[in-house]
């Protein structure tokens, strides 16, 4: 199956090697980089980084969403996104914005985005108006429950079935409101709402997802809680364990990787591009 994303100012074929998203939280409580890139300077330098290493998209996330964490106020989640996102639109590399705030997803519109990354499937009361007459990418991503209660037993039918039905879904109600599906990608939620065989279960799916949605699949299991739970390893040991998920969810049929150790993955990428293509 051909993929096109239509994202903001950047149109991307997915038939080749795979796109890789650029994670960039500022904010003080990643679980992965406990902050590190929250002061404007450090965020700019590391997004010149990225970019330099061979990122499609960076992805900038004001909003920590790992297990426990509470919801951050409209004005904090603002003041830590905006200034980064305005002094990054010459960057040469189409910017995501993770969010799940309509206010939010308008400005940083605006400003520039190129992708809206919503973790919460644009459910909030108008998310979709905010996104709809934009012409940026929209990634919709499956989580059960909250990040403040995500990982408290969660519980499914079939995990694969019921997030493709939840996926499917909110794709349609995008389309409904006059979204071009070129426009469209989907994440089924790694480490949302999952347990570790859960997640193992969506990542050998992914070439069913894709095909059963007709979108390209979005994978993010860079230094996740799945990769520590089969490696043993703490966060910041999670490379080697990162690379072999992202490989993995690429040879199952993800056209994204987002992931945080951009040069390493890129570099992974080429090799198996070559051996798998030529």
């Not at 199956?1 to 997915?14: D, N, S, V």
């Not at 960076?58 to 964490?69: A, F, K, L, N």
């Not at 459910?123 to 979709?128: D, E, L, M, S, T």
């Not at 043993?232 to 999670?238: A, I, K, S």
């Amino acid at each position: 199956m051909r993929h096109f994303l239509q994202c903001g100012r950047y149109g991307f074929a997915l038939d080749a090697t795979p796109l890789v998203m650029g994670i960039l939280n500022v904010t003080p409580d990643s679980f992965s980089d406990g902050g590190r890139f929250q002061s404007l300077e450090f965020a700019i330098s590391r997004a010149e980084e990225m970019a330099a290493d061979g990122a499609d998209l960076i992805d900038v996330g004001g909003e920590s969403s790992r297990p426990g964490s509470p919801a951050v106020p409209l004005d904090e989640e603002m003041r830590r996104v905006m200034p980064a996102l305005y002094a990054l639109r010459g960057l040469g590399k189409a910017l995501s914005v993770d969010t799940c705030k309509p206010q939010v997803m308008r400005e940083a519109i605006i400003a520039g985005a190129d992708m809206i990354n919503d973790i919460n499937a644009f459910r909030a009361p108008g998310a979709i108006a905010a996104v709809a007459d934009s012409g940026c990418g929209l990634c919709v991503m499956h989580m059960q429950s909250t990040p403040a209660t995500m990982q408290q037993n969660p519980d499914y039918g079939d995990v694969v079935a019921d997030v493709i039905a939840f996926l499917a879904e909110r794709a349609a109600a995008l389309v409904a409101a006059g979204i071009d599906r070129k426009r469209i990608c989907v994440d089924p939620g790694f480490g949302f709402g999952k347990t570790v065989e859960h997640n193992f279960a969506l990542l050998r799916a992914t070439g069913r997802i894709e095909q059963e949605l007709g979108l390209p699949v979005l994978a993010g299991l860079s230094r996740k809680s799945m990769i520590g739970a089969v490696t043993g390893r703490p966060v910041g040991q999670r490379l080697a364990g990162s690379l072999a998920g992202a490989l993995a969810a690429v040879a199952h049929g993800a056209k994204i990787v987002r992931v945080h150790d951009v040069a390493e993955t890129v570099d992974a990428l080429k090799v198996w591009h070559a051996a798998n293509i030529g």
